[in-house]
């Protein structure tokens, strides 16, 4: 079930839990060997970077209709 424009249901709502716990745990991940290996996980960045993710995707869905477009239009 896909919600419609301006509109989002309980199916974009979980998607977007779930991309915000993969989108901040690869953010963070990437961050981590970039630095200074594992052991510099900085739990802050995690969960700046889930909400980011997370806040984006509904967004997203918020702003498009059943068939993905932007506005309703294109």
Not at 19 to 41: E, H, P, V, W, Y
Not at 45 to 65: E, H, P, Q, R
């Given at each position: 079930m896909t919600s419609n424009f301006?509109?989002?249901?309980k199916n974009d709502l979980l998607k977007g839990l779930l991309m915000a716990i993969i989108g901040g745990a690869l953010f963070t991940l990437q961050q981590a060997f970039n630095d200074c290996g594992i052991a510099c996980i900085?739990?802050?960045?995690?969960?700046?970077?889930?909400?980011?993710?997370?806040?984006a995707?509904?967004?997203?869905?918020y702003?498009?209709?059943?068939?993905?477009?932007?506005g309703g239009k294109f």
């Amino acid at each position: 079930m896909t919600s419609n424009f301006l509109d989002l249901n309980k199916n974009d709502l979980l998607k977007g839990l779930l991309m915000a716990i993969i989108g901040g745990a690869l953010f963070t991940l990437q961050q981590a060997f970039n630095d200074c290996g594992i052991a510099c996980i900085s739990w802050v960045t995690m969960l700046n970077a889930s909400l980011a993710s997370g806040v984006a995707y509904l967004i997203k869905n918020y702003f498009t209709d059943h068939n993905g477009k932007l506005g309703g239009k294109f």
